[in-house]
């Protein structure tokens, strides 16, 4: 490994952060269970797949995670603003569709430091902000002894009995850019980091969610 998993995950608090990439859904559930506060899903009310809750169950509790919809990208962050802003939130999960702005992606991270809380951007590639405190791509593995090739290609989640990702952190204000192999460890709730020879893992001290259902 070239970088500390446990010093950029679980995400630092106070702090805005962006995820891009097909497991950033994925990623984002992971960080629900990671604060006493509850967490606000903020995403636009015109999207195909809405969040199902209920789907997290096995890795957050679903009456503390809160949904929020907006029909324009400056509603969807100014929502994110002000939960940030208030405390009353441990997490802040904002999905955006166009290009954040470096002004956007300040006024976020001055929110996440005066609420002491999380903030998480979801967005598409080549979408995010010069100001945010790390961005991270994630990307489905296939499961174990599985060829890469025999994945479906339109979901590479669906039908799968394994949670196992790549997670590059692509910028990191305080630190190294690395990447790490994760997977989910059922026994013990939390995510694991698998070794390079896939002969070792090591549990990080938070637990997270994995597998996002969407209905």
Known sequence: MSADFTAVYPLKRGRAHEVCGPGAT?????????SAKPTLWIAPDWAPEQLNPVGLAQYCDPTRLLLAKAKAQ????????EALRSGAMGLVICEIYEPL????????QLAAEAGRATGLILMPEGMGSNA???????????PRGQPQ?????????????????????IKNKSGTLASWVTDWDAAAHRVIVVSETGERSRATPAPAGVRPIHG
């Not at 994925?26 to 990671?34: D, E, V, W």
């Not at 400056?74 to 603003?81: I, Q, R, S």
């Not at 702005?101 to 976020?108: F, K």
């Open 26 to 34: 994925y990623f984002a559930a992971s960080c629900c269970n990671q």
């Open 74 to 81: 400056v509603d969807l962050l100014a929502a994110a603003e």
């Open 101 to 108: 702005s470096l002004t956007h992606g300040r006024r976020l």
């Open 132 to 142: 945010a405190e790390t961005r991270w791509h994630c990307t489905p593995l296939a």
């Open 149 to 169: 090739a025999d994945r479906p290609q339109k979901e590479p989640n669906a039908g799968l009995d394994s949670t196992r990702q790549r997670w590059d952190i």
